[in-house]
C-alpha cells in the first residue's frame, strides 16, 4: 500500500478534485473522520490551519501521535453532529466517507451552521449503485454502521439541507484498489502497524474484512459505488 495515499475510498481523487474546484490558500481547513492524515499534509502547503476531527478516544491517540510537531495541524476529539465550532468558523470543510450514517443530516444542519458564507464543503460517500441492493450488502453495511443512499439521490440530499452542487465525480474506480489494500492489510495479519494505529487499524479492518469478501468475491462492485461533491453554502433567511 502506497503510504502517500490515504487508506480510504476515493484514494487521493477526491482532494484532487478539491483542488481543482478550490483555492485552498489560507484557509481555515476541517476535516472529518480518521485516515486522512496524508491529506491533511498536503493542506498545510496552502492552508492557514487544518483541523481534524476524530469521534472516539482511540483515534483521538492515533492521530494526535501521527500529527504531533506538524505545524498548522490540530486534532479534537468532537461529535460531527454538534461540534464546539462558533458560527461562519470555516472555510473548507472536507469528508472523505464520514457521512455515510443515520445521522447524516443532522451532520448536514451542523456544518451548514459552522461554514462561512463563501466556504466549500467537499463530501464524498459510499453509495449504492442499485435503488435496491442485495441482502448481503445491506448486511454489510448494518454491521459498520453505515446508512449509503442511492446515488442517484445523493445529490438532492445534499441540495435539500441548502448546499448548491459546484461539482461532483463518480469514484467508484477507486474502490478496487481501496479494498485490494484492504486485502493486503488483512492477509499480513496487522504486521508493519505502527502500535499508536493498531487498536483503530483493527476495528476498521474487522468491519473490513466483510466488505472485502463482498467486493471481490460476491461481485459486490456491481452494487458499492463511491462518489464526491463539492459544495457551496446556500445562506438561508432565518426570518423566512
Same mark, same amino acid.
Given at each position: 500500500m502506497?503510504?502517500?495515499?490515504?487508506?480510504?475510498?476515493?484514494?487521493?481523487?477526491?482532494?484532487?478534485?478539491?483542488?481543482?474546484?478550490?483555492?485552498?490558500?489560507?484557509?481555515?481547513?476541517?476535516?472529518?473522520?480518521?485516515?486522512?492524515?496524508?491529506?491533511?499534509?498536503?493542506?498545510?502547503?496552502?492552508a492557514?490551519?487544518?483541523?481534524?476531527?476524530?469521534?472516539?478516544?482511540?483515534?483521538?491517540?492515533?492521530?494526535?501521535?501521527?500529527?504531533?510537531?506538524?505545524? %498548522?495541524?490540530?486534532? &479534537?476529539?468532537?461529535?460531527? $453532529?454538534? /461540534?464546539?465550532? =462558533?458560527? +461562519?468558523? @470555516?472555510?473548507?470543510?472536507?469528508?472523505?466517507?464520514?457521512?455515510?450514517?443515520?445521522?447524516?443530516?443532522?451532520?448536514? %444542519?451542523?456544518?451548514? &451552521?459552522?461554514?462561512?458564507? $463563501?466556504? /466549500?464543503?467537499? =463530501?464524498? +460517500?459510499? @453509495?449504492?449503485l442499485?435503488?435496491?441492493?442485495?441482502?448481503?450488502?445491506?448486511?454489510?453495511?448494518?454491521?459498520?454502521?453505515?446508512?449509503?443512499?442511492?446515488?442517484?439521490?445523493?445529490?438532492?440530499?445534499?441540495?435539500?439541507?441548502?448546499?448548491?452542487?459546484?461539482?461532483?465525480?463518480?469514484?467508484?474506480?477507486?474502490?478496487?484498489?481501496?479494498?485490494?489494500?484492504?486485502?493486503?492489510?488483512?492477509?499480513?495479519?496487522?504486521?508493519?502497524?505502527?502500535?499508536?494505529?493498531l487498536?483503530?487499524?483493527?476495528?476498521?479492518?474487522?468491519?473490513?474484512?466483510?466488505?472485502?469478501?463482498?467486493?471481490?468475491?460476491?461481485?459486490?462492485?456491481?452494487?458499492?459505488?463511491?462518489?464526491?461533491?463539492?459544495l457551496?453554502?446556500?445562506?438561508?433567511?432565518?426570518?423566512?
Amino acid at each position: 500500500m502506497n503510504n502517500n495515499i490515504p487508506f480510504l475510498p476515493g484514494g487521493l481523487e477526491q482532494y484532487n478534485l478539491l483542488k481543482k474546484n478550490v483555492d485552498l490558500k489560507d484557509k481555515i481547513i476541517l476535516i472529518l473522520g480518521f485516515g486522512a492524515e496524508q491529506i491533511a499534509l498536503q493542506m498545510t502547503a496552502y492552508a492557514k490551519a487544518v483541523i481534524i476531527a476524530v469521534s472516539t478516544n482511540e483515534e483521538l491517540l492515533a492521530t494526535r501521535l501521527k500529527m504531533s510537531g506538524k505545524p %498548522k495541524i490540530s486534532v &479534537r476529539l468532537m461529535s460531527f $453532529d454538534v /461540534t464546539d465550532f =462558533s458560527d +461562519e468558523a @470555516v472555510d473548507v470543510i472536507y469528508s472523505q466517507g464520514a457521512l455515510s450514517s443515520d445521522i447524516r443530516n443532522k451532520i448536514l %444542519k451542523e456544518l451548514h &451552521r459552522i461554514i462561512k458564507p $463563501d466556504g /466549500t464543503l467537499c =463530501s464524498g +460517500e459510499v @453509495v449504492s449503485l442499485k435503488e435496491e441492493s442485495p441482502q448481503f450488502v445491506k448486511d454489510i453495511w448494518d454491521r459498520s454502521g453505515m446508512n449509503c443512499l442511492f446515488i442517484s439521490n445523493l445529490e438532492k440530499n445534499y441540495t435539500d439541507k441548502n448546499f448548491n452542487i459546484v461539482s461532483s465525480k463518480e469514484l467508484n474506480f477507486t474502490l478496487k484498489a481501496y479494498y485490494n489494500a484492504a486485502a493486503e492489510i488483512i492477509k499480513r495479519g496487522m504486521k508493519n502497524i505502527s502500535p499508536e494505529d493498531l487498536k483503530v487499524q483493527r476495528k476498521v479492518v474487522n468491519q473490513l474484512q466483510h466488505e472485502v469478501h463482498a467486493f471481490q468475491k460476491l461481485g459486490g462492485n456491481k452494487y458499492i459505488g463511491f462518489k464526491t461533491l463539492i459544495l457551496s453554502k446556500v445562506v438561508v433567511n432565518e426570518e423566512e
